[in-house]
């Protein structure tokens, strides 16, 4: 199912009313650059500019109604005038922009108007980039270009100075909950993922993810081991965490999820309830933040940070949360 123009509008309201302005005035541009980090609706709604474009029974002047058989076709991705490039390989080579150049010199198969989407444009090879340059050069009246990129910085300043740019801004994380519950994520899990990605794609693949949800499950167990001996928390971190969290990467996300618990500590402290992630474990945060001082909460968070940052400077990962262990247990003060 794809999300309709009121729900992208929400995720991207800026993008959206221009576009909106400019098909109720009928002065689209000829090419476009939708430029922003991965998962902030670039390909949606290039697909629902699409739809716009050649709907057969537009709503409202720009709202394409989703239901007439050129919204269908586009939907499913076999509209014969709309063409996808996306990368072969690592990279997108100059054969094929030729043969979407040899493509759109024939007339459209069901109207005059055509469009094509290159997906990673920065993707594009130095000749495959000339191509595609001698194309915008030359615009065809009915011929509608929309770019996709992550990395701006990568397209050359001759493309980019022919395109019209619509920067696409990171979902807030109350936006990107919405998001995520639209599609049937569970509202103790939602927010959650809210906090470690702002990337709808990312939250929802995690969503999915054995080896994530495991690993939340691990991080809640050695934090209530914490409150015990020093011995019982390394013991933990021997018999679950060590042999769950193998990577470099694993390991950032696993203090990630810890951080998240010790964030929800300080937001219980602060009479923020609300804000907390950990919504299954209220009752045990709670009873957590109580013996706590402030202080020491926050020595906790910034060990977890210092951790973080000598992971990422190649420090021995084993080592690293044995000693965070000790630093996690270490003086625990009453408020």
């Not at 994520?185 to 929802?204: G, H, R």
């Amino acid at each position: 199912m794809t999300e309709t123009w009121d729900q992208l509008e929400q995720s991207q309201p800026i993008v959206l009313k221009m576009l909106k302005n400019s098909l109720k005035k009928n002065r689209l541009a000829h090419a476009y650059l939708f430029e922003g980090m991965k998962g902030t609706g670039k390909k949606d709604i290039s697909i629902l500019l699409a739809k716009s474009v050649l709907c057969e029974n537009l709503l409202e002047g720009y709202v394409p109604c989703e239901t007439c058989s050129n919204c269908k076709r586009i939907m499913h991705g076999n509209h014969p005038d709309i063409h996808i490039v996306e990368p072969e390989g690592l990279s997108i080579k100059k054969h094929q922009i030729q043969s979407l150049q040899e493509e759109f010199a024939k007339t459209g198969v069901e109207s005059k108007r055509k469009m094509y989407i290159v997906s990673h444009a920065d993707k594009m090879t130095n000749n495959a980039a000339n191509s595609l340059l001698k194309f915008l050069e030359e615009p065809n009246a009915e011929t509608i270009a929309i770019l996709l990129t992550e990395q701006i910085q990568q397209i050359i300043p001759t493309i980019l100075s022919r395109c019209q740019v619509l920067s696409f801004t990171p979902l807030s994380p109350s936006k990107l909950v919405e998001q995520l519950m639209i599609k049937g994520i569970k509202n103790n899990e939602a927010p959650k993922l809210a906090q470690l990605t702002n990337n709808y794609e990312e939250a929802l693949l995690l969503s999915s993810d054995e080896w994530f949800v495991q690993a939340q499950k691990i991080v809640v167990k050695l934090y209530e081991t914490l409150k015990g001996n020093s011995l019982e928390a390394l013991v933990a971190l021997q018999r679950d965490w060590f042999i769950h969290f193998r990577e470099k990467d694993q390991y950032d996300r696993g203090l990630d999820l810890l951080l998240l618990l010790y964030k929800d500590l300080l937001y219980i402290q602060l009479g923020k309830q609300d804000k907390i992630v950990h919504i299954n474990e209220k009752e045990l945060l709670e009873a957590s933040a109580l013996r706590l001082s402030n202080h020491r909460l926050t020595e906790q968070i910034s060990a977890i940070f210092e951790a973080k940052r000598k992971l990422q400077g190649n420090m021995n990962p084993q080592l690293l949360m044995e000693q965070l262990v000790l630093r996690l247990q270490e003086g625990s003060s009453v408020v």
